[in-house]
């Protein structure tokens, strides 16, 4: 069976620009969750879809922003790239909400230079 | 505001020892905590979980205490193995069906030969 998948690995974009990193749930499952993991910290909550709607959000602004598709698959976006947005950005995907165990993707390395 | 964090982000664990890894939080609301294990290169792997009506739970070498008094959680590792080394991410969950985790930094286990 196959896991999280999430696409690019690595991801290299310039100040300013817009980054579009990608997420393919474990068939199934409807619910995605968007981590951000900075260097050496832990994992900061993003986003949470279920069912092709936003259910949640966590403490960052507008420029971070996301879908989920019909398919369960979900995209995640960064406007007007930052430098501090350089980080692990980790997917993760569980049973409808209320689940408890959530698998993680291998995560996507965005560098923001 | 509420926030879990790790007393130590190192830990030294000899080769077959015990590991002991500890964790506090500061919401009192909080009513499921989990564990993760994160190896490098590799996304978060869920450990092992324990609701708020319990105080211990046990699986394959691992024992997670949770002590609601002190708001404090813990993870035992049996026989700790080579295989064990990684980060360990203790997050926890405030109520209802919001998979918003709040997670610690994060303690980076060494295993010693």
């Known amino acids: 069976e196959a896991g999280v998948t999430q696409s690019p690995t690595h991801l290299i974009k310039t100040r300013g620009q817009q980054a579009t990193l990608r997420c393919s749930p474990i068939?199934?499952?409807?619910?995605v969750y968007w981590y951000q993991q900075a260097l050496g910290l832990g994992l900061q909550f993003l986003l949470w879809?279920?069912?092709?709607?936003?259910?949640n959000r966590g403490n960052f602004p507008p420029r971070f922003s996301g879908r989920q598709f019909p398919n369960y698959s979900s995209e995640l976006n960064v406007n007007a790239l930052e430098l501090e947005d350089s980080a692990l950005y980790l997917c993760?995907?569980?049973?409808?909400?209320?689940?408890?165990?959530?698998?993680f993707g291998q995560g996507t390395r965005l560098t923001v230079v | 505001g509420e926030s879990v964090g790790l007393h130590l982000p190192t830990l030294s664990v000899q080769e077959g020892d015990n590991s002991i890894i500890n964790c506090a939080y500061s919401?009192?609301?909080?009513?499921?905590f989990i564990w993760y294990k994160q190896e490098s290169g590799k996304g978060p792997q869920f450990i092992i979980d324990i609701r708020s009506n319990m105080d211990k739970r046990q699986g394959q070498r691992v024992t997670v205490l949770l002590n609601k008094t002190v708001k404090h959680l813990s993870l035992q590792i049996a026989a700790t193995q080579p295989g064990d080394s990684a980060v360990y991410f203790c997050?926890?969950?405030?109520?209802?069906?919001?998979?918003?985790?709040?997670w610690g930094a994060g303690t980076k286990l060494i295993i010693k030969p």
């Open positions: 919401n009192s609301a909080s009513d499921y």
């Open positions: 997050a926890e969950n405030i109520g209802d069906s919001n998979y918003q985790l709040i």
């Open positions: 068939s199934g499952h409807t619910s």
């Open positions: 879809y279920d069912e092709g709607e936003e259910r």
């Open positions: 993760a995907s569980s049973f409808r909400r209320a689940a408890t165990e959530a698998f």
